[in-house]
């Protein structure tokens, strides 16, 4: 059997050659049919145990090493963000307005790689691998994994451990970064409806101009964060979308804002909801309008790393050759990956991507955003090396 090492550098090829693939043809949330069909036949092709469909378009493989061992899953998500790709590459997105901007081709194609191997070392596992290939992270409502949950891919065989990897624009390449406890927020979407009374542009004086009244309600919001929750509490608002009117000389009826909040703290969040509501309110009624204010129901949990696991993940990270692992801060960002760490122990943890010799600089979730290929090998060996530590 070869070393690791050399089993990377065999399968770096294929995984570039995958991930190129993907990208080139991006499916959003729900949509990742063309991937999914990818994913099964690369599996199937490696003698692995494949099940389709599983929450809606999931799929889901299975390495059985016919020993006693832990049952170790790695996830991957697939799908892409309705953005158009502003990046000059051989392998450009070729679905308008669709693009692998947070770098989810990648996840895909490095566990393909890290299944390959795996596979040709079934023999010599402890325990059963299972691959989790997972649609539907970017929606932010009730998301991939939760469907994937109820198809029973935490079951039959129970998992023991659950571990997600994900390519970081904001790490330098060459370094893992993780922490233990709280690592990734809590995400409640916000929807703002603003009512007021429409009539000419020409005689605002009498309607109640909600495009106004939307501007003032966006800044007021900002005020929550700055002004309302303890400074010292992790916690940011963003309102993302702004919906209204027909027509340039038309002042509408009505104008919708929606938006974001990301929180670790429950007090925080309840607080924080009570206020948001309190002065979009207060805000429209001082300009002669109304508004009514809804939160998504089914929202992200908090990604908790389980402490005792990470430390584990942190001493085999740091027998990748040729990278480093640091302990980095807590991210406002958000992950359906936590629905799987309440099933079992997991740890999430990123892989850097930002080289500024190759241009790698912009933020994931960026038209321009773009990745340092050399660093996905490195991503392949971490996933080897984590199920081969925790099977046994």
């Known amino acids: 059997m070869r070393n690791l090492e050399d089993e990377v550098r065999l399968v770096e090829p294929k995984v570039l050659e995958i991930r190129r693939k993907i990208h080139s043809n991006p499916e959003l949330s729900y949509k990742e049919t063309e991937t999914s069909k990818l994913v099964a036949r690369e599996l199937r092709a490696l003698g692995i145990e494949v099940k389709t ?61 890290a299944a390959t191997i795996l596979a040709k070392q079934r023999d010599e596992l402890e325990g059963d691998v299972k691959l989790i290939f997972q649609p539907a992270e970017e929606q932010l409502g009730r998301g991939g994994a939760k469907p994937m949950i109820e198809d029973g891919v935490m079951e039959n065989p129970k998992v023991d451990y659950v571990f997600g990897l994900h390519i970081m624009s904001g790490l330098p390449s060459g370094y893992f970064g993780l922490r233990p406890g709280p690592f990734m927020a809590k995400s409640d979407s916000f929807k703002i409806r603003i009512i007021g009374k429409g009539g000419h542009a020409a005689t605002p004086h009498v309607t109640v101009d909600p495009v106004y009244i939307a501007a003032h309600v966006t800044i007021a919001l900002q005020g929550v964060s700055s002004r309302m929750v303890d400074p010292v509490r992790p916690f940011v608002i963003s309102v993302c979308k702004i919906h209204g009117g027909t027509k340039d000389n038309i002042i509408p009826e009505e104008v919708f804002l929606e938006g974001t909040m990301r929180t670790f703290e429950k007090g925080t969040r309840a607080k924080a909801i009570s206020d948001i509501k309190r002065v979009a309110s207060s805000v429209c009624a001082a300009y002669g309008g109304s508004c009514t204010v809804e939160f998504m129901k089914d929202t992200y949990p908090v990604v908790y790393n389980d402490e005792k696991a990470t430390q584990r993940v942190i001493k085999t990270l740091k027998k990748v050759r040729g990278m480093k692992t640091a302990i980095i801060d807590q991210k406002l960002g958000v992950e359906d990956f936590s629905r799987f760490q309440e099933k079992a122990p997991g740890v999430f943890y990123f892989l850097g991507t930002e080289n500024r010799s190759k241009g790698c600089v912009h933020p994931n979730h960026s038209s321009k955003f773009k990745v340092d290929e050399d660093v996905l090998k490195y991503g392949v060996a971490s996933l080897v090396m984590v199920a081969q530590e925790f099977g046994s």
Do not use: W, Y
């Open 53 to 113: 469909g599983v929450g809606g378009t999931g799929v889901v493989g299975l390495i059985k090493s016919g020993k006693r061992g832990k049952v170790v899953a790695l996830r991957a998500d697939m799908d892409a963000l309705p953005i158009q790709e502003n990046v000059n590459l051989e392998f450009v997105s070729k679905n308008a307005g669709v693009m692998h901007a947070c770098g989810h081709d990648t996840h895909v194609a490095m566990l393909i790689g």
